[in-house]
């Protein structure tokens, strides 16, 4: 059977792996991380865009649209939550009125719902959000893209794809014509690959067809606010963006979990692995933040993070994405936002260049639902009572912030978490305002009991983040 390589475990390699699990391949995803979503696709605003940003006739523009519309029937399929909130881009004065204007009519162009609303409705739909007037979507959406991501995943596996986790492509071969990904751990071989490796992909596309291609890392900071934000905030509020910087601007995101996030900020630097956050621009988050929600302040913010757009342009502003087939690999290069929602519309597209190189036969038996697991804390009494009847592990809670249960740690590990923060990209344990300091020590110690690992093998992230150290003889002597 005909091997299909997809280099890359996010929410893109993870789409892409669950579509072509429709036909008779084989299917093998190649991660450098312990976990599917550790890049860009879990460092975003997790915003359902509508596309009104985009370039009309762009990929951009064409597969967000179809990305936010095709969303609904996604979701179901997929068990995932996300919320059509709306969205509002808020002008002050009639510079802001024009490039609104603007706006308006190149998204009525890419086929997005808008209307420009006065001050008064805006006092409806967000009360606290500053604005004298603003351009309205109503179809946008929030949703949390680690769910997201993993679900594709779980799917695409249910479906007979395989992810193979910490095998970084170090470089690729071919040899009578199949191609060799080396790993090192070990050779990969594949008749095709799909090159979705976000910033590693433009060095790979190098190699597969694309000689001339550069991507620009450029970071996007954020704050995260405490839950108690999150009613003054019932859907995402922009400011009117600045064509000539890389981003949106910074904004005001509500999240599916009812946290707020400020940010993020554009700056180009030269590590794509760089997710620093930094004083100065944490301090302009806040005060940008305050001109759209007035009472922000730092005693909100439980965390800050970053994201790296991988960027096709080092003069902001925007490049279309670059999906190309050359020979049997294809190429995903500067997948920036909108990514996010367009990951289906691009995972279809690339289906079909492969498509026009080698016959993909639909199997009848692909089975497009994956369930989701009960999330206790969004339960009412009854069921919770219920559920703990049934399971008792429902009854000890281990995350007390965002009342995570025991058994949702477990089901977190046995959907594939081999990580502390996989278990809290998984089912927010430690993702509330204490961030672990209460049930860190208790998810390392499920993870040792569930999977047998040694509590010095425990990794909080990446490799290299243990948790514990090795017992030392003499320790105490020397010190
Ligand atoms: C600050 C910010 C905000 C954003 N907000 C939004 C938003 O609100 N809405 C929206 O639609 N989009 C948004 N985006 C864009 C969106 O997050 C991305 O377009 C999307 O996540 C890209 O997914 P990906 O799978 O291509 O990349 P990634 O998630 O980066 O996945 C690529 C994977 O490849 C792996 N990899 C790299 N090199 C190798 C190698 N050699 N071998 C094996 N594996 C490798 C990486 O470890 C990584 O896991 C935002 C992006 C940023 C940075």
Same mark, same amino acid.
């Given at each position: ?14 789409? !892409?792996?669950?579509? &072509? ?8 995803? /190649? ?24 370039? %009309? ?55 997005? +719902?808008?209307?420009?609303? %006065? ?5 409806? /739909?967000?009360?606290? *959000? ?11 959406? !929030?949703?949390?893209?680690? $769910? @997201? ?20 492509? +170090? ?7 199949? @191609? ?7 050779? *990969? ?14 060095? /790979? ?18 704050? *995260? ?22 981003? /949106? ?17 554009? $700056? ?66 500067? !997948? ?15 289906? $079909?260049? &492969?498509?026009?190189?080698? #016959? &993909? ?7 497009? @639902? =994956? ?20 399971? %008792? ?24 978490? =081999?990580?502390?923060?996989? *278990? ?30 040694? @509590?010095? #093998? ?8 243990? +948790? ?9 002597? $020397?010190?």
């Amino acid at each position: 059977m005909t091997t299909i390589a997809v280099i890359g475990a996010g929410v893109v390699g993870s789409a !892409i792996a669950r579509e &072509l699990t429709r036909y008779r391949v084989r299917v093998v995803v /190649l991660e450098r991380e312990p976990d599917a979503a550790y890049g860009t696709s879990g460092r975003n605003s997790g915003v359902l865009h509508a596309g009104f940003n985009n370039v %009309p006739g762009s990929k951009m523009a064409r597969m967000c649209v179809e990305g936010n519309r095709g969303f609904d029937a996604l979701a179901r399929e997929l068990d995932i939550r996300y919320k059509r909130t709306g969205k509002l881009v808020v002008g002050f004065d009639e510079d802001d009125r024009r490039v609104l204007t603007g706006m308006l009519s190149r998204g009525r162009e890419n086929g997005c +719902m808008l209307e420009m609303i %006065p001050r008064a409705e805006i006092d409806r /739909l967000a009360p606290k *959000v500053r604005g004298e007037f603003a351009m309205y979507s109503p179809l946008t959406a !929030i949703l949390d893209p680690f $769910e @997201y991501t993993f679900a594709l995943m779980e799917n695409a596996v249910r479906n007979g794809a395989r992810f193979l986790f910490n095998r970084p492509v +170090m470089f690729i071969s071919t040899n009578d014509g199949v @191609y060799l990904l080396h790993t090192p751990t070990g050779d *990969v071989r594949a008749d095709f690959i799909v090159n979705a490796a976000g910033h590693g992909a433009a060095a /790979l596309a190098r190699t597969l067809g694309l000689p001339e291609i550069e991507t620009y890392p450029c970071r996007g900071e954020y704050y *995260v606010l405490d839950k108690r934000v999150g009613d003054t905030l019932p859907l995402p509020a922009y400011p009117v963006p600045n064509p000539r910087a890389g981003g /949106l601007g910074i904004h005001l995101t509500p999240t599916v979990d009812g946290n707020v996030l400020i940010g993020p900020s554009n $700056e180009y630097t030269s590590d794509a692995d760089d997710r620093a956050t930094t004083a100065p621009v944490l301090e302009e988050l806040l005060r940008d933040g305050e001109k759209l929600l007035p009472g922000l302040s730092r005693g909100q913010v439980i965390r800050t993070f970053a994201g790296v757009r991988p960027k096709l342009t080092n003069r902001g502003g925007y490049h279309d994405f670059v999906i190309e087939r050359s020979g049997c690999a294809v190429n995903l290069v500067g !997948i920036e936002s909108p990514g996010l929602t367009a990951a289906m519309p691009i995972a279809r597209y690339v289906t $079909e260049l &492969l498509g026009e190189v080698t #016959e &993909l036969t639909p199997r009848a038996d692909f089975d497009p @639902y =994956r369930k989701a697991f009960p999330r206790f804390r969004d339960l009412p009494d009854e069921v919770r009572r219920e559920l703990v009847r049934e399971n %008792p592990a429902f009854g000890e809670i281990v995350c007390r912030c965002e009342t995570v249960t025991y058994a949702e740690v477990l089901d977190a590990v046995r959907r594939g978490a =081999r990580t502390v923060i996989g *278990v809290k990209n998984r089912c927010r344990a430690s993702m509330g305002r204490c961030q672990g300091g209460y049930c860190g020590s208790r998810i390392a110690q499920i993870l040792h009991s569930e999977l047998g690992l040694p @509590y010095e #093998e425990i990794l909080y992230h990446m490799e290299g983040s243990w +948790m514990f150290l090795p017992h030392t003889e003499g320790a105490a002597d $020397e010190s």
